[in-house]
């Protein structure tokens, strides 16, 4: 099993510039996640999806849309980026809450905007 | 609303010593509560939780850690370090009113010397 896995791993874009960054999991997990990485604050959840269909904000959803596009699949779009957006994102998943809590994280991807 | 500190951002010691990473949370509701790690480039994975049985935890790597409620922390400890455990450390705490969020803490980076 490859377990989550995201793409791509690195990326640059310029201000305004938009772009989709893709996950996806092999282990049947109804729960998926997109946090947000930066210095000194730990990870800050941008939105979650606690099962296929439905989607839900976490504490910082402003710049960002998201997509459950099957029970595998969780997509975070970038609309118009911006430098504050410069940041390690990370995709997780867990089974339907609140059976169990571990969540597994993908390997991140590092978006640098300028 | 929960919240979580970790006590120092940074924290070094010798190999072979006792390792002690703190933890404190916030919470109107009994937790859940998880420490989780990342080494250098890889998302995190989890090393332990506690969700209302023991409450001496133990995870991998001979980490363990001791839920005390009435200092409401969840410190972090291994009795003897070794190089490989250099990493980041974050504690998270999820309640059971919001089973579908976890908050992360900002992290402690522990740096090992040989």
């Known amino acids: 099993n490859a377990g989550v896995t995201q793409t791509p791993k690195f990326q640059v874009l310029k201000t305004g510039q938009s772009m989709t960054l893709q996950c996806a999991q092999d282990?049947?997990?109804?729960?998926m996640y997109w946090y947000r990485q930066d210095p000194g604050m730990g990870l800050r959840l941008i939105y979650y999806?606690?099962?296929?269909?439905?989607?839900d904000k976490g504490e910082v959803p402003n710049g960002y849309n998201v997509s459950r596009l099957n029970k595998r699949e969780f997509s975070l779009r970038l609309e118009s980026a911006a430098p504050s957006q410069t940041s390690v994102y990370f995709c997780?998943?867990?089974?339907?809450?609140?059976?169990?809590?571990?969540?597994?994280f993908g390997p991140g991807t590092r978006l640098t905007v300028l | 609303a929960q919240s979580v500190t970790q006590l120092g951002s940074h924290v070094s010691v010798s190999e072979g010593a006792l390792v002690l990473l703190r933890c404190n949370y916030s919470s109107s509701v009994p937790p859940y509560l998880f420490w989780y790690v990342q080494y250098p480039n890889q998302g995190l994975q989890l090393l332990l939780k506690y969700t209302s049985a023991a409450t001496l935890v133990k995870g991998i790597n001979d980490f363990e850690a001791e839920f005390k409620k009435s200092e409401t922390s969840f410190h972090l400890t291994k009795p003897s370090a070794h190089m490989s455990d250099a990493a980041e450390y974050f504690c998270?705490?999820?309640?059971?009113?919001?089973?579908?969020?976890?908050?992360f803490g900002p992290g402690t980076s522990l740096s090992v010397i040989p």
């Open positions: 998270a705490v999820r309640t059971k009113t919001s089973y579908d969020k976890v908050i």
């Open positions: 282990m049947n997990h109804n729960s």
């Open positions: 999806s606690a099962s296929e269909g439905t989607t």
């Open positions: 997780a998943s867990s089974e339907r809450p609140p059976s169990t809590d571990t969540q597994y």
